[in-house]
Structure formats: structure tokens, C-alpha cells
């Protein structure tokens, strides 16, 4: 089994990097089609940084957003990384 690559974490994530990255994320969701979306930005100590739910997002977007980016945190991986397997 191989190891996944691990990436460098950010030790710090200005506010304007956050909102660019989300606004992107919505954007990529509308343009896919896909259901009202919530993003959660958080720095490498897994603080939120931004958060944005648009509008129509289910009441758990948030605690699920939230969790989906502190995983990738912890695993070192981004969160849509592909699974591998042997």
C-alpha cells in the first residue's frame, strides 16, 4: 500500500486567500449544478477562517463543512483527494 502525498500546510491563511478560495468553491458548485453549498475555510491550528453558506443550504452544511475541513486537516490531504487502493 502507498502512502498518500501529504502537502504543506499553511501556517497562516489571510483572509482575502479564505474568501477567494470559497467564493471559487460556490461558484464551481453553481456552474456543476449542484444544491446549495457551504464552505469552511480553517488555518493550520483548525480555526475557521471564513465560512460562507449560500443561501437555501441545509442546517447542517455547517457542522458538515466544518468537520469535512478539519479531517483533510488532520489526514494532511485535501479533502477530495481519490482514495487509492491496492
Known sequence: MTE??????????PLVA???IIDAAL??????????LT???LD???HTVAL???DGSGIL????????????????IPSA?????D
Not at 498518500?4 to 491563511?13: G, I, S
Open 81 to 85: 483527494a481519490p482514495f487509492v487502493t
Open 61 to 76: 452544511r455547517v457542522d458538515i463543512a466544518m468537520g469535512k475541513a478539519w479531517g483533510a486537516l488532520g489526514m494532511g
Open 52 to 54: 460562507k453558506r449560500q
Open 18 to 20: 479564505a474568501d477567494n
Open 44 to 46: 493550520a491550528g483548525g
Open 39 to 41: 464552505v469552511a475555510v
Open 27 to 36: 461558484a464551481a458548485g453553481t456552474a456543476a449544478g449542484m444544491l446549495p
Open 4 to 13: 498518500p502525498n501529504l502537502y504543506d500546510l499553511k501556517t497562516n491563511m
